[in-house]
């Protein structure tokens, strides 16, 4: 039966071979959602990191206009800002905007908030296919059972 892009089978009328396959099926997306979580959780962390860095610097003092520029990931050389009422804000595949601190602010606050809802609608679909993978586990042990109680009674 199909309802809304769903399909629901009866698993009792499958065989193991077919229960397995299924499960494996399941397995795949479910490592598949994970890895997507954890990558929505990495960016979620970034936007975070961003977010604070634009608070620190409208908390800054306004005579403090010293920085450490990263030219690597280990090597800095000390800056100057000469605008420090502005940032450029990567707004994706990298292209940048110049926003206002309190823009960008706004901007990180609304993608974190993105990510977070995000993660919460993925993060229940993985429990529900956690669900469906223990559901056919124990369908597949019960036919194993039966299967093998049936094969002992021949």
């Not at 009866?10 to 795949?28: F, G, H, M, R, T």
């Not at 229940?124 to 296919?129: G, P």
């Amino acid at each position: 039966m199909s309802s809304g892009g769903r399909e629901t089978v009866n698993l009792d009328s499958l065989e193991p071979q077919q229960l397995a396959q299924v499960k494996k099926q399941l397995d795949e997306e479910l490592e598949h959602l994970t890895s997507s979580f954890s990558q929505l959780h990495g960016a979620q962390a970034k936007f975070r990191e961003c977010l604070r860095c634009v608070n620190s610097r409208s908390e800054s003092s306004k005579s403090s206009n010293e920085v450490l520029v990263p030219l690597t990931n280990s090597l800095y050389v000390r800056g100057e800002l000469t605008n420090t009422e502005t940032v450029l804000v990567d707004i994706g595949t990298g292209f940048l905007v110049e926003k206002k601190l309190k823009s960008a602010a706004t901007f990180y606050e609304s993608k974190i908030q993105e990510l977070t809802n995000s993660l919460k609608e993925l993060e229940a679909i993985i429990q529900q296919k956690q669900m469906n993978v223990r559901t056919i586990e124990e369908v597949l042990r019960q036919k194993m059972m039966a299967q093998q109680s049936s094969q002992t009674q021949s």
